[in-house]
């Protein structure tokens, strides 16, 4: 990386913590567009990065420089999947936490009113059989 060392030290290590490999990530050089002049059109500023294993994209083209923009564009990516990783830990603990109550153990008022409605239910059926099927079974 081109960007000042101190900071590409720092993006390394942010990385390591994230289990992010540079073989994991496509980098591409495109063509900017907008306000930069000349060195816009005739040199290729714009960096695409895809994370392979999450698929998630970005695109920089906030400075002149590629170096800049690499390095930005990495800081975005990093900030995406660290964004994606609590956002999956978010949902799986809801989903303990879901499972959890589900499997809590109903307390005996409640379990009352649920035979009592099931007692109910049966009764109303039985009342709409007819007298034949009532005496044979």
Do not use: W
């Amino acid at each position: 990386m081109n960007a000042k060392p101190g900071k590409a030290v720092t993006l390394e290590q942010r990385m390591f913590l994230l289990g992010v490999r540079e073989e994991d990530i496509v980098e591409n050089f495109v063509r900017s567009s907008g306000p930069g002049g000349q060195n816009v059109n005739k040199t290729s500023t714009c960096v695409y990065l895809k994370h392979l294993p999450t698929g998630i994209e970005v695109k920089c083209q906030r400075q002149r420089s590629q170096a800049m923009n690499r390095s930005l564009a990495r800081h975005i990516l990093l900030s995406k999947i660290a964004n994606k990783i609590q956002q999956d830990n978010l949902a799986r603990q809801s989903l303990k936490a879901k499972i959890v109550r589900k499997n809590r153990p109903k307390p005996a008022g409640l379990k009352k009113r649920i035979l009592e409605g099931k007692r109910k239910h049966a009764e109303k059926k039985l009342s709409r059989k007819k007298i034949s099927e009532i005496e044979v079974a």
